[in-house]
């Protein structure tokens, strides 16, 4: 089944600098790339996805990149504020009836 | 406006005791899952279902029994609560499809003691 390593388990940044966190999977089949952030007490939530056609996706500060080729993306956040401050979990998936796999998360702390 | 929500938020009980976990979406979806979330944040699939249909059935011990009275519903039910049973269940749904967001509740807490 896929297995997906998440990069690095804790990160903290400066406000205002940037912050990357990198993912790798296994199944080369895994077509779809979500990425969520979770809140203290909160449940995850997604901030953006990415799907195997595309190599790179932009949402405000928020980016994913996507290497098919060497199975890995990343989420780079740029202008980090201290809002910005959570858990954050990579997953990948394949097609049909297959579950959402995800990393162990990486904890980021922004330092005001 | 909760688009997912579960109850209990907090469940404490003792070992042995039956409890169940409610999960309701208004969303619309189709498809509605559970996740187990242990002490170190790993969350990992439990069930799947898709249209009162179980679709999904990770290596999950027969002591926990999902029901889905109806699409937008999707119960946990868990029999002879053991002490690794503790850990944050999370529910969440999305439409039926290839690759779709899924949108998660916020979690309910269960504590063996």
């Known amino acids: 089944g896929e297995n997906v390593e998440q990069h690095p388990s804790t990160l903290s940044v400066q406000e205002g600098d940037s912050a990357v966190i990198k993912c790798t999977y296994s199944d080369s089949a895994s077509n779809y790339f979500p990425w969520y952030k979770q809140e203290l007490g909160k449940g995850p939530q997604l901030i953006i996805d990415i799907r195997s056609n595309v190599g790179e996706k932009k949402d405000q500060r928020i980016a994913v990149t996507l290497n098919k080729t060497a199975k890995h993306f990343s989420l780079h956040i740029t202008e980090t504020q201290p809002e910005d401050s959570a858990v954050y979990f990579c997953?990948?998936?394949?097609?049909?009836?297959?579950?959402?796999?995800f990393g162990k998360g990486t904890r980021l702390s922004v330092i005001a | 406006d909760t688009a997912v929500s579960q109850t209990p938020k907090y469940l404490v009980t003792q070992m042995g005791n039956d409890k169940s976990i409610k999960c309701e979406q208004n969303l619309g979806h189709d498809t509605m899952y559970w996740y187990k979330q242990d002490s170190k944040k790993f969350l990992k699939i439990m069930f799947s279902y898709n249209n009162k249909e179980l679709i999904i059935n990770e290596t999950v011990p027969n002591r926990f029994s999902p029901k889905s009275p109806d699409k937008a519903h999707l119960n946990l039910h868990i029999n002879s609560l053991e002490l690794g049973d503790s850990a944050v269940y999370f529910c969440?749904?999305?439409?039926?499809?290839?690759?779709?967001?899924?949108?998660f509740g916020d979690g309910t807490r269960l504590s063996i003691l």
């Open positions: 997953a990948a998936k394949t097609g049909g009836n297959t579950p959402l796999v």
């Open positions: 969440a749904s999305s439409q039926a499809g290839i690759v779709q967001p899924q949108h």
